[in-house]
């Protein structure tokens, strides 16, 4: 890093701190500590954060970057340290896998990198647009969606078989002005969900795809669920939205005055982990959609949300209102409740 942009990152670290110091409440005295959110690792001068993942609780990957240099990040059980790839890669956005021998990230240029539990590999794929999400229903069922958003330009849709990736002619879409598609989460090889810009939603089902109408306009940016009937997709540009589906319909609501939303997680059907903007972390009831506010532990953007298999929570993001920098990353964790 560049001794301008250390400065200038430092600078604005501590701009952030004197805000959280100054403008935030305590956590409430009753709750345990250890279910407080607290830093999971230095994050400041990485870049961003943008997605954090992993098959188990000792083997977990957060991935982000600058412009020019993609980063990957990785927890082992004890600590998190950050991988050298043995390749260049540009800011990378999303990770998803099947064990720890076999792990996809996506990012800009249309990247995607593979690792295969001894060696990190590019794979080629049609495209150089941004690569925004990933999922597979197993490793020769994979999807990745992405697009410049521009108004221009057709959003990505990408599948990986056991030849390689290859493009996906998306379906005519009702719903105009779409140029990207954000995220993909499904249940099996055939209910795969796709969210996007303006609010669109693509699912998969009997071996095709089709656009369903989730009831928002505003873009959708991610999306998770437990089973074919709890899915919660979560995006909103200024106000936060959300849309549930039920197993036979979608119901949408928004939450304003909460932020934007950017990632989302659940571990069972009857609530969902959300991040956003300005460091929303909120637990919503999928019954009512109805959100609980967290005490606020960071004022930076947050862009993913995960739970792990040993029961810890972890979200990442950074200073993602600031598209020519400085890159400050953040990564804060917590203990799941039980009720969780």
């Known amino acids: 890093m560049a001794a301008e942009e250390m400065s200038s990152v430092r600078r604005f670290v501590c701009v952030v701190l004197v805000a959280v110091l100054a403008g935030c409440s305590d956590p409430p005295t009753s709750a345990p500590v250890e279910t407080r959110w607290a830093p ?11 997605n954090v993942w992993g098959p188990a ?32 890669t540009p800011r990378l956005h999303w990770s998803y896998g099947f064990g720890r021998d076999d792990v996809t990230v996506v990012g800009d240029q249309g990247t995607v990198v593979r690792w295969n539990g001894r060696a990190w590999s590019p794979e080629a794929t049609p495209t150089r647009a941004p690569l925004w999400g990933v999922w ?75 656009e369903e109408f ?11 669920g437990t089973d074919a009937s709890h899915v919660l997709a979560v995006g909103g540009r200024g106000n936060a939205l959300v849309a549930r589906w039920d ?18 997680w659940m571990r069972t059907p009857d609530a969902a982990h959300v991040v956003g903007v300005n460091g929303a972390v909120i637990r919503l009831d999928l019954a009512t959609l109805t959100p609980v506010e967290e005490p606020i532990a960071t004022v930076l953007d947050l862009h993913s949300v ?13 200073s993602l209102g600031s598209a ?15 009720s969780e």
């Open 136 to 210: 597979g229903a197993s490793p020769d069922d994979l999807w990745a969606v992405g697009g410049t958003g521009d108004g221009e330009s057709a959003p990505v849709l990408l599948h990986r078989d056991g030849a390689g990736w290859t493009a996906v002619e998306v379906p005519t879409l009702m719903r105009a002005g779409v140029g990207a598609f954000f995220k993909v989460w499904g249940t099996g090889a055939d209910n795969v969900y796709v969210v996007g810009q303006r609010g669109v939603v693509l699912h998969r089902h009997g071996g095709r795809w089709r």
């Open 324 to 338: 020519s920098g400085p890159f400050v990353g953040v990564a804060i964790t917590r203990l799941l409740r039980a």
């Open 214 to 224: 989730a009831g928002v306009s505003g873009d959708l940016v991610s999306l998770w």
């Open 57 to 88: 609780g000792d083997d977990l990957y957060a991935v982000g970057g600058r412009q020019s240099d993609g980063l990957v990040m990785h927890y082992d059980g004890r600590r998190w340290a950050r991988l050298s790839l043995g390749l260049d």
């Open 40 to 50: 999971a690792f230095e994050a400041a001068e990485l870049g961003w954060l943008l």
């Open 306 to 318: 995960f739970g792990d298999a040993s029961g810890r929570l972890t979200a990442v993001g950074g």
């Open 247 to 264: 197993g036979s319909a979608w119901t949408a609501r928004s939450l304003d005055p909460l932020p934007g939303l950017n990632g989302v």
